[in-house]
């Protein structure tokens, strides 16, 4: 992917993306998942690749290809994303925290296949928490790594939206926030996006619509405004 506008403008740059929704395994046949495609990590991957970034994408389950000119790093559980990506980040210039990362995942992995009994009762999951991968990002020692977090929002009104990626990325300690509206028709699997982005002083640093790749080249474009 070649993006002639921005030639360079992350040489020498290391940058990592987390991408795509992890799974959590009930047992060895099945899993809770989330509808998160990867697209728009995958082109904020490619996005940065094409401006000279080295770039480190963490791959969780991605229903898209992997972009040319990146390493990938595939994981699948909140777990496997979390190490892939504390180690990554350690002296990064840039982390974007696009990946769909389960909150919770089962108490107990089932050793076999769950089976059903003849009694027709249903079935209760009992689920933990998972960490919080960008707020223990955020918690940690990062001078000279910018952190992107995404909020994806159910909210359908524009300001309590607004308002909730604000709350989001203060409660994280990221420095920037990506918010975009997800509901059963909208955003994930789709090949555009809408999106806010909130800047370290809450302030809408840019709004954006359009092919997930224009997207990616504009959060970049108000990461790195903030930072020349
Ligand atoms: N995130 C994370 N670790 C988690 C959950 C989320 O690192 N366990 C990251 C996501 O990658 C994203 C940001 O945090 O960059 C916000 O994710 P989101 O699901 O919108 O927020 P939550 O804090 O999980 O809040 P909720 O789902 O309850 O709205
Ligand atoms: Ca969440």
């Given at each position: 992917?070649?993006?002639?506008?921005?030639?360079?403008?992350?040489?020498?740059?290391?940058?990592?993306?987390?991408?795509?929704?992890?799974?959590?395994?009930?047992?060895?046949?099945?899993?809770?998942?989330?509808?998160?495609?990867?697209?728009?990590?995958?082109?904020?991957?490619?996005?940065?690749?094409?401006?000279?970034?080295?770039?480190?994408?963490?791959?969780?389950?991605?229903?898209?290809?992997?972009?040319?000119?990146?390493?990938?790093?595939?994981?699948?559980?909140?777990?496997?994303?979390?190490?892939?990506?504390?180690?990554?980040?350690?002296?990064?210039?840039?982390?974007?925290?696009?990946?769909?990362?389960?909150?919770?995942?089962?108490?107990?992995?089932?050793e076999?296949?769950?089976?059903?009994?003849?009694?027709?009762?249903?079935?209760t999951?009992?689920?933990?928490?998972?960490?919080d991968?960008?707020?223990?990002?955020?918690?940690?020692?990062?001078a000279?790594?910018?952190?992107?977090?995404?909020?994806?929002?159910?909210?359908?009104?524009d300001?309590?939206?607004?308002?909730?990626?604000?709350?989001?990325?203060?409660?994280?300690?990221?420095?920037?926030?990506?918010?975009?509206?997800?509901?059963?028709?909208?955003?994930?699997?789709?090949?555009?996006?809408?999106?806010?982005?909130?800047?370290?002083?809450?302030?809408?640093?840019?709004?954006?619509?359009?092919?997930?790749?224009?997207?990616?080249?504009?959060?970049?474009?108000?990461?790195?405004?903030?930072?020349?």
């Amino acid at each position: 992917v070649q993006d002639t506008a921005r030639p360079g403008d992350l040489a020498g740059k290391r940058v990592v993306v987390t991408a795509g929704g992890t799974r959590e395994p009930l047992d060895p046949v099945r899993f809770l998942g989330n509808r998160s495609s990867g697209k728009q990590g995958a082109a904020i991957a490619a996005a940065a690749a094409a401006r000279g970034a080295s770039v480190t994408l963490i791959a969780a389950n991605l229903e898209t290809r992997t972009p040319a000119g990146c390493g990938v790093v595939p994981v699948s559980t909140t777990a496997e994303l979390r190490a892939a990506v504390l180690d990554a980040a350690e002296g990064a210039d840039l982390v974007v925290m696009a990946a769909a990362v389960a909150d919770f995942r089962p108490a107990d992995v089932s050793e076999g296949k769950i089976k059903k009994d003849d009694s027709g009762s249903g079935l209760t999951l009992e689920l933990v928490r998972n960490p919080d991968i960008l707020a223990e990002l955020g918690q940690r020692p990062h001078a000279g790594t910018t952190l992107v977090g995404f909020a994806a929002e159910t909210e359908p009104d524009d300001e309590r939206l607004l308002e909730l990626g604000r709350d989001k990325r203060r409660r994280k300690g990221a420095d920037f926030l990506v918010v975009n509206r997800v509901g059963w028709n909208d955003g994930f699997a789709a090949d555009e996006n809408r999106i806010v982005v909130v800047g370290p002083d809450d302030a809408v640093v840019d709004r954006a619509h359009g092919d997930k790749l224009s997207v990616a080249h504009r959060i970049l474009d108000a990461v790195l405004a903030d930072r020349r």
